[in-house]
């Protein structure tokens, strides 16, 4: 029996769980970025320093890492959606919210971050083909969305990745890589 995306994901543990968290926050960083820009929001630089340095602790395991202060950081610029009027605020407030679950991970509050960064990155792509749908969709239909099919599969070449690399920088390098090389975000956003 096959076991799906989720069920993949929820057996992931330490620094494999956090890689595979940090990948998928660094694919969804675009959307966070552009509604920066768009909006004059927050502050779009602190969230990059802050996924350096997940990045950083990543492929040297040594580094220090005061991840209290990153989550509080992530969590002071996290948008509130009652007080924007553009669809972009929603694929930001995800990509806050899986940030905010991989630190959360790194510190051992929520063994099951992956999990939700995982769900988060889907439900986004969800809410984004249902935004930009002129029909109203049916379950079946979102799921055979070429967007929600390039997710489902990237996330499970990710875990193959995530499953079998070796904890050095050359696979830290290459899953970074993994996360950008498309040149889209989640959503299909242009890096």
């Not at 799906?4 to 675009?30: D, I, K, M, Y």
């Not at 320093?49 to 969590?75: G, Q």
């Not at 792509?125 to 055979?144: P, R």
């Not at 969305?145 to 904890?167: C, G, I, K, S």
């Amino acid at each position: 029996m096959k076991l799906n995306t989720f069920q993949r994901v929820r057996t992931l543990e330490g620094w494999q769980a956090v890689a595979f968290g940090a990948t998928l926050v660094e694919r969804s960083l675009p959307n966070y970025l552009l509604f920066c820009e768009v909006c004059e929001f927050g502050d779009a630089e602190q969230y990059r320093n802050s996924l350096n340095a997940v990045w950083d602790w990543l492929a040297n395991p040594k580094a220090k890492l005061n991840l209290a202060v990153h989550l509080e950081r992530i969590e002071e610029a996290t948008p509130d959606a009652n007080d924007f009027d553009t669809y972009g605020v929603y694929p930001a407030i995800d990509l806050c919210m899986s940030f905010a679950a991989l630190l959360q991970l790194m510190m051992g509050e929520d063994a099951q971050g992956a999990v939700v960064i995982s769900k988060l990155s889907q439900g986004s792509v969800e809410a984004f083909i249902e935004a930009t749908s002129e029909d109203e969709l049916e379950a079946k239909q979102i799921k055979a969305h070429p967007l929600m099919q390039w997710e489902v599969a990237f996330q499970n070449e990710l875990l193959d990745l995530v499953e079998t690399l070796p904890r050095d920088k050359n696979s830290i390098t290459a899953l970074r890589t993994m996360a950008v090389e498309e040149g889209i975000s989640n959503i299909g956003l242009e890096i």
